[in-house]
């Protein structure tokens, strides 16, 4: 059997973890190949060794059937090797164009050749279908199109093994078939393809062969086609999951958060565009409140008008009867609304810190964490350890774990539990299961319908439509900025939710929703 990739061994540590435990990965050319496992469970890191991020401590790396020792990116790029990693590679302040050819720009005379470049750009971005617009910024465009740029950047330099680490977790349902659609044409042409998710239904629509991890281990590698999802699930939990959420009937009481007549300008540059327009709505205790909608409709601008982190242009915030709109965002924070944010590395996280100085972000200046201005770092760690033990945040040295060392998945626990262990009465969640693992997103579900049995108003901002259709009482579809739909998740489909989503479902466009 030729494979064009052998990872033999691979042994890859850090202070207090074992993050690969001689780990073995083997990759046909042309095929698809999943590499599943919960948050923490080791794949990232494996990927970061065969990329040359990471050196192991043990083990060989065959390429081809030859054995290398691949010390960075370049040389992985001088073996055919791109990487679309997790949290994204971009340089915010330059173009499109400018991050697909960073380190592989054509120069004559010492002048940048961009023209060759943008020429080469459409014509891959025609041929695998990944629409993007070369001259914006990529400061200025959505998450979805960021991934596009970063999968242009692997064809861009003719990379014949492409690893994508969980590349569906900003995506839309619409962005990740057209995501699907691109990775069969790309493993058609010969392309290997190692395909990192937790998403199951995703595997069984596009990988060929599965590889599992659990904690830092090899449990076993199997055939997509004749394995079911549940036997998948169990290798990667090591027990069974059940997704399916029962959600107790509720009578709402009064309304928590009240939105009226609310408009955001764009604040992108050389934008003077409404990009909230006219939204009215409201979320009552005891009920869970969705806004569902492709990306790029308004969410974030709406969010972060919500939240304080930008103010309205008009209208009128009210949280518990209290007029919030133009108050800043400690205090919303402090007078009931919890954020799990979209963006954790951005708006959730400081990396920098410690897991422990992230879980008291919200409360670092109450007298329980400070005295007369000095942080109190015995209570400080004793609170996190209580959170960390309770919320199974995994971490290598508990609260002392920096957290830009965490898995991805652990950081959105940290985040999760940090804003529910607040006791909020309000909770905006956006995304809040983006790039996890079942076994973590069934605990998050439980933990958001719990907030609501307990009588708190939820708001849950998302994009994977079963997640909307299980979690709501009530939906309301975003469209061009616009509250065009308020519906019951029993009495309609998720093809006619998705065609509301889309602006074209009978009647859905610019009507006016309390």
């Given at each position: 059997?030729?494979y ?6 691979i ?5 207090g973890i074992?993050a690969n435990?001689?780990?073995t ?7 698809i190949?999943a590499l599943?496992?919960?948050n923490g469970a080791g ?6 060794v065969?990329f040359?991020?990471y050196q192991?401590e ?10 290398v020792?691949?010390?960075g990116p ?5 073996l055919?090797i791109?990487?679309?990693?997790q949290h994204?590679?971009?340089?915010d302040s330059?173009?499109?164009l ?5 380190g592989?720009?054509t120069?004559a ?5 961009m023209?060759e470049?943008?020429?080469k750009?459409?014509a891959?971005s025609?041929q695998?279908g ?7 910024l990529?400061?200025?465009i ?13 064809l861009y330099r003719?990379?014949?093994i ?9 995506l839309?349902?619409?962005?990740i078939?057209?995501l699907m659609?691109t990775?069969?044409?790309l493993a ?6 190692i395909?990192?998710?937790?998403k ?5 629509a596009v990988a060929?062969r599965?590889?599992?991890?659990r904690?830092?281990k090899f ?7 004749s394995?079911s ?10 027990r069974?999951v059940?997704l399916?959420?029962d ?5 709402p009481g ?6 009226d007549k ?5 604040r992108?540059q050389?934008?003077?565009?409404d990009?909230v327009k006219n939204?009215?709505f409201?979320?009552?205790?005891g009920?869970i ?8 409709n ?5 969010v972060h008008a ?23 965002v400690r205090?919303r ?10 963006d954790r590395?951005?708006?959730g996280?400081?990396l ?6 992230n879980l ?7 007298p329980?964490f400070?005295n ?5 770092r015995k209570?400080i760690?004793n609170y ?5 033990d309770?919320?199974d945040i995994r971490?290598?040295q508990?609260a002392?774990?920096?957290?830009r060392s965490?898995?991805g ?8 539990a940090r804003e529910i262990d607040?006791n ?9 299961t983006?790039g996890l ?8 579900h439980?933990k958001?319908?719990e ?5 708190k108003?939820v708001?849950?901002?998302s994009?994977e ?5 299980n ?5 309301l579809?975003i469209y061009e900025?616009s509250?065009?739909?308020d519906?019951n ?5 998720v093809?006619e939710l998705?065609?509301?989503?889309a602006?074209?479902a009978p009647?859905?466009v610019g009507?006016?929703v309390q």
């Amino acid at each position: 059997m030729d494979y064009i990739i052998e990872m033999l061994g691979i042994t890859k540590e850090f202070p207090g973890i074992v993050a690969n435990n001689e780990v073995t990965l083997k990759v046909k050319k042309g095929e698809i190949h999943a590499l599943l496992g919960e948050n923490g469970a080791g794949k990232s890191t494996l990927m970061n060794v065969l990329f040359g991020l990471y050196q192991p401590e043990k083990g060989v790396i065959k390429i081809r059937g030859k054995e290398v020792n691949i010390f960075g990116p370049r040389e992985a790029n001088a073996l055919g090797i791109g990487m679309v990693h997790q949290h994204f590679m971009l340089v915010d302040s330059f173009t499109v164009l400018q991050n697909i050819v960073l380190g592989m720009e054509t120069v004559a005379g010492g002048l940048l050749r961009m023209e060759e470049a943008r020429k080469k750009v459409m014509a891959l971005s025609e041929q695998y279908g990944l629409k993007v617009d070369p001259s914006a910024l990529v400061s200025d465009i959505s998450v979805g199109m960021q991934q596009r740029v970063e999968i242009l950047k692997m064809l861009y330099r003719e990379n014949e093994i492409l690893i994508f680490d969980e590349p569906t977790a900003v995506l839309t349902p619409q962005e990740i078939d057209e995501l699907m659609h691109t990775m069969r044409g790309l493993a058609a042409e010969g392309k290997s393809i190692i395909f990192i998710t937790h998403k199951l239904n995703e595997i069984k629509a596009v990988a060929d062969r599965c590889t599992v991890l659990r904690r830092g281990k090899f449990i076993g590698v199997v055939d997509v086609a004749s394995t079911s999802k549940e036997t998948l699930s169990e290798m990667m939990v090591g027990r069974k999951v059940n997704l399916e959420i029962d959600l107790q009937p509720l009578t709402p009481g009064e309304p928590v958060l009240q939105v009226d007549k609310l408009f955001v300008k764009s604040r992108r540059q050389g934008q003077d565009k409404d990009v909230v327009k006219n939204v009215s709505f409201s979320v009552r205790k005891g009920e869970i409140v969705c806004i569902a909608g492709i990306d790029g409709n308004g969410q974030t601008e709406l969010v972060h008008a919500l939240t304080g982190l930008t103010m309205p242009d008009s209208g009128l915030l009210t949280l518990n009867g209290e007029d919030i709109t133009r108050q800043s965002v400690r205090f919303r924070n402090t007078h009931g609304i919890a954020h799990i944010p979209e963006d954790r590395h951005k708006h959730g996280l400081v990396l920098d810190y410690t897991l422990g100085e992230n879980l008291v972000l919200q409360g670092y200046f109450t007298p329980e964490f400070q005295n007369n201005g000095f942080l109190r770092r015995k209570k400080i760690i004793n609170y996190a350890d209580k959170l960390i033990d309770k919320y199974d945040i995994r971490s290598g040295q508990g609260a002392l774990t920096p957290a830009r060392s965490m898995s991805g998945g652990n950081q959105q626990k940290a985040i999760v539990a940090r804003e529910i262990d607040r006791n909020p009465d309000l909770l905006v969640a956006v995304q809040p299961t983006r790039g996890l693992d079942v076994g973590a997103i069934e605990y998050i579900h439980h933990k958001l319908v719990e907030q609501r049995d307990a009588g708190k108003a939820v708001l849950l901002i998302s994009l994977e439509l079963d997640e909307v259709m299980n979690l709501s009482d009530r939906i309301l579809v975003i469209y061009e900025g616009s509250i065009v739909a308020d519906l019951n998740p029993k009495e309609i489909t998720v093809q006619e939710l998705g065609l509301y989503m889309a602006g074209s479902a009978p009647g859905a466009v610019g009507r006016d929703v309390q």
